[in-house]
């Protein structure tokens, strides 16, 4: 019955190759920032600075002179692990969360999804400007922040989906072999929404970038010197009209990590859900 | 003592418009070896007396009377105790073996599950056990079976892992809810034989559950019919297939197509609906389709008649015979 592989597939859809080849390259280029940058990220040349593009400085320097394609590089690192651990954290305490509200029902599930109707009533970026705001700015700090914002985003999902799981017959014959309801929902419930998870954690890798991006831009996420896109993006505004090149460089950066990973999001789902793909 | 006793088991549903009793008033036990039918229409009872006696009710259903099992009142346990007990000394078949696999684990998982989690063996000794259950419910090429995913199989084989999985344990009492009724009738004979091979084989209590007729007659020793959540017959199988003391056991057996029937006329149908079941107020709840019916069947609830050895029935015209 299994005529075509889940990888197979996935390569049929066009948003997720699409995804996977612009995800790829933003990838590509943090893993080799590790190995080779054409110049060192935090040098600075003010002679130099503001210059185009050329065959020294591929994206030309930006106005001390450092060169804007070695801090591209080097700043998808940042956005990437940002990404990383953020949606980590969302997916483990969220997760958890919502799991346990729908095994244990009753006041363990208002308890739960009322906090997160709570934490949702704040739009994400200004709730991630409070917590960076009280904890003080910085990486670890915009990395919480983000990360405390995705908890409530993966509570609600995996109640929603793990508590149509449990309506199901399977779940009444596990009962009746003895299983506990932790046990239940970990072994029974967790690997049949797992889909519904991956696709929600790609999509939300991509708003924590974003958001880390936002985060940078205002001045709270990563601190100099450590390069970041967001920051690239709100140093570059006072030399718009001199150097648009500054803004452009960064901004498509976030943009194809952004859209890749949408994309992906989208090509997984369409191929994890084909009944989705074909209503769409 | 009886290996259960169920005494005076009631259970109701709150809803908007109060309490509603789905099942009143059951009684009946049971002892390793024997087999028991409970036989009447959707909604009768049958399905929530059953989920009762696993401990498996609906979160807001209210069970009340008693359900003992080798002495302990089960309706008084916890929900701890009841997870030792269920898959181990009590087990379920369920009606739907399409759906009552977990989709994303193999075969082999899920038998194991319960080997491992009952009778504490390792992972490596349950597989080799789940091969001899597959063995056991006439799975053909068991070994291969242990990697396979609940989709590569036909309904009739899904309904065989369901009874190993049952059975993984050696339960006291099986509880098959509607076992064969998804399954196509040449199916449907080879789950029976198997079930009732299996209880012969490894001494079970059976409790049987079915609308069909047939089928409780084949395997079970003593039958229970209920309607509107209440046993309004009960007795002996035989005896009871030929003495058939309620109005509605006859209205049951009349709508069965008889051999010979000429084709093209009407099969007996019992008059009415089944009466809502928070409108059953006093009396007999199958007085407003029964065609014996008496002004004092409507007052209150009839008395239990005994009408033969061990066979009652709930009903004040048992002296009419058809």
């Known amino acids: 019955m299994k005529s075509d592989s889940f990888i197979m597939r996935c390569l049929r859809q066009r948003n997720f190759v699409i995804g996977l080849v612009l995800t790829g390259v933003v990838i590509a280029a943090a893993l080799l920032s590790y190995v080779w940058t054409p110049h060192s990220p935090t040098r600075i040349n003010v002679p130099g600075r503001l210059a185009l593009a050329s065959s020294t400085h591929w994206f030309g320097t930006d106005h001390f002179g450092r060169d804007v394609f070695s801090m591209i590089l080097v700043g998808s690192r940042n956005s990437i692990m940002v990404g990383i651990v953020a949606v980590t954290i969302g997916v483990a305490i969220g997760v958890a969360l919502g799991l346990l509200a729908s095994a244990k029902r009753g006041w363990v599930e208002d308890l739960v999804m009322r906090m997160a109707d709570f934490t949702f009533a704040f739009p994400a970026i200004l709730s991630a400007i409070l917590i960076t705001a009280i904890l003080g ?40 072999s003895g299983k506990g309801q932790i046990r239940i929902v970990v072994e029974h419930v967790l690997p049949n929404i797992s889909n519904v998870l991956i696709v929600q954690a790609t999509i939300n890798f991509a708003l924590a970038i974003l958001a880390e991006a936002g985060l940078s831009y205002l001045g709270l996420g990563t601190q100099p010197p450590d390069p970041s896109w967001g920051r690239m993006l709100n140093e570059s505004q006072t030399f718009l009209f001199r150097a648009p090149m500054l803004a452009i460089y960064p901004g498509a950066a976030i943009m194809t990590a952004v859209l890749g990973l949408n994309l992906l999001g989208d090509g997984l789902r369409d191929a994890l859900d084909p009944r989705l793909a074909r209503a769409r | 003592m009886a290996l259960l006793a169920v005494d005076k088991l009631a259970v109701h549903m709150p ?3 109060g309490k509603v009793p789905l099942v009143r008033e059951v009684n009946f036990s049971i002892e390793r070896g024997e087999t028991l039918g409970i ?102 090429e068991p070994r291969a079976r242990l990697s396979q995913y609940p989709h590569q199989l036909s309904g009739g084989q899904r309904q065989r892992v369901m009874i190993a999985i049952a059975l993984a344990c050696q339960p006291d009492i099986l509880i098959a809810d509607e076992p064969t009724t998804a399954l196509d009738v040449t199916v449907q004979a080879q789950i029976l034989d198997l079930i009732h091979d299996l209880v012969d084989e490894l001494g079970m209590a059976l409790i049987l559950i079915s609308h069909d007729l047939g089928i409780v007659g084949d395997i079970t020793d003593r039958v229970l019919v209920m309607y509107a959540g209440r046993v309004v017959e009960a007795g002996p199988t035989v005896e009871l297939f030929h003495r058939r003391a309620h109005p509605y056991t006859r209205g049951l057996f009349g709508a069965l197509p008889q051999p010979g ?37 409507r007052a209150a609830l009839p008395p239990s008649v005994e009408v033969g050895p061990a066979h009652t029935a709930l009903c004040r015209r048992t002296d009419v015979t058809t």
């Open chain 2, 39 to 140: 036989v009447g229409e959707s909604g009768c009872g049958k399905t929530m007396t059953a989920l009762a006696l696993m401990g498996l009710l609906p979160d807001r259903a209210i069970p009340s009377g008693q359900i003992v099992f080798e002495g302990e009142d089960l309706l008084a346990q916890p929900e701890s105790r009841l997870c030792q007990l269920r898959g181990n000394r009590l087990a379920m078949i369920f009606q739907e073996p399409m759906s009552a696999l977990n989709p994303v684990h193999t075969i082999g998982h899920q038998i194991a599950e319960s080997l491992i989690l009952h009778r504490g063996l390792s992972s490596s000794d349950a597989a080799a056990e789940a091969v001899r259950l597959l063995d056991l419910v006439r799975m053909p």
């Open chain 2, 261 to 297: 029937r000429t084709r093209g006329s009407p099969l007996f149908a019992i008059p009415g609906t089944v009466p809502d079941p928070w409108s059953v107020a006093g009396g007999c709840a199958f007085a407003d389709r029964c065609l014996l019916v008496e002004p004092e069947c």
């Open chain 2, 15 to 17: 809803t908007l418009r």
């Open chain 1, 137 to 176: 700015p910085g990486t670890i700090n915009s990395i919480l922040a983000i990360g405390i914002f995705n908890i409530p985003v993966f509570a609600r999902i995996t109640r929603g989906a793990a508590n149509a799981i449990l309506a199901r017959d399977f779940i009444l014959a596990a009962r009746a």
